[in-house]
């Protein structure tokens, strides 16, 4: 069995996915989203104060959520035969 074909990975990508989806509800619906800075620091982004790059982050968080996601099915199914 090859790594890609194990249903360990795709259980991993799901949980990639949901915890990314989770983050971006959460940042939308609280209107503020963390983003990190330089070394161990993290920087708060705004919805109202920096809206350019509070929507830049969420769409990046939006994409990271849905290749994780994506990956994981086809790992899934990928498994499965």
């Given at each position: ?19 990314c989806f989770w983050m ?55 498994s499965l035969r």
């Amino acid at each position: 069995m090859l790594i890609w074909e194990s249903p360990m990975l795709a259980m991993l990508f799901l949980a990639t996915g949901a915890l990314c989806f989770w983050m971006v509800l959460r940042a939308f619906t609280s209107g503020e989203l963390k983003g990190r800075g330089w070394g161990f620091s993290y920087r708060i982004y705004h919805r109202d104060r920096e809206p350019f790059f509070y929507w830049l982050m969420l769409s990046c968080w939006v994409v990271c959520a849905l290749w994780a996601t994506v990956f994981g099915v086809l790992a899934a199914l990928k498994s499965l035969r």
